[in-house]
């Protein structure tokens, strides 16, 4: 168990620009979730996997978003034409059905910064 | 709909005092409810979480919480402070039944004073 992973763990980036994040959950779980935490917040969800289906959406993930989960392991998620507002810590997290209350174990997170 | 408040965006005390940090949760189901830690420029780590069972939780690092539910609180205590403790601390509840998707309250810094 190497936990989650996510990378890159930093990005700076220029308005008008294209990002892609990976996140790698924990082999076994099949939920995956995307968060975004903006300075002095709590993290916002924004979308959820079960395996490779994309099972809900917040109204936060505008369609400049859109994530993906092929094959149910990794997941990407891709912000074009970014934004100033965009900057934020984006958290992934995973978690496995048979386990207490679905607690979900969280990546260190890519901190977005966009010029 | 669940939802989650945090009462204090800062909380200090000084090193070997009690820690208290408050949360109150709204939910219209028995809820799920977590503790988690944030240190700078990192992810969150479990500290404890509450799924029906005892209403008194114990968690790492010496913390616990009570689940009070005519109160609907769930504070997370420290019965003495240490310097390591200083990070940012959420409290949560899932969404349940459903995605069990996360709403976290906006978070509480804790401070400890030498």
């Known amino acids: 168990d190497t936990g989650v992973s996510q990378d890159p763990r930093h990005k700076i980036t220029k308005r008008g620009q294209n990002v892609t994040f990976r996140c790698d959950p924990i082999?076994?779980?099949?939920?995956l979730y995307w968060y975004r935490q903006t300075l002095g917040q709590g993290p916002e969800f924004l979308t959820y996997f079960q395996n490779e289906a994309q099972l809900e959406k917040s109204r936060l993930l505008s369609d400049r978003f859109s994530a993906e989960r092929p094959k149910g392991s990794f997941s990407t998620l891709e912000i074009q034409r970014t934004e100033q507002g965009d900057s934020a810590m984006y958290l992934c997290?995973?978690?496995?059905?048979?386990?207490?209350?679905?607690?979900?174990?969280f990546g260190p997170g890519t901190r977005l910064t966009v010029l | 709909a669940q939802s989650v408040t945090q009462l204090g965006s800062h909380v200090s005390v000084s090193e070997g005092a009690l820690v208290l940090l408050r949360c109150n949760y709204s939910?219209?189901?028995?809820?799920?409810l977590f503790w988690y830690v944030q240190y700078p420029n990192q992810g969150l780590q479990l500290l404890l979480k509450y799924t029906s069972a005892a209403t008194l939780v114990k968690g790492i690092n010496g913390f616990e919480a009570e689940f009070k539910k005519s109160e609907t609180s769930f504070h997370l205590t420290k019965p003495s402070a240490h310097m390591s403790d200083a990070a940012e601390y959420f409290c949560a509840v899932s969404d349940h039944p459903g995605t069990y998707k996360y709403i976290f309250g906006t978070g509480t810094r804790l401070k400890v004073l030498a």
């Open positions: 939910s219209s189901v028995p809820p799920y």
């Open positions: 997290a995973s978690s496995f059905p048979g386990t207490s209350g679905n607690e979900q174990f």
């Open positions: 082999s076994e779980h099949n939920r």
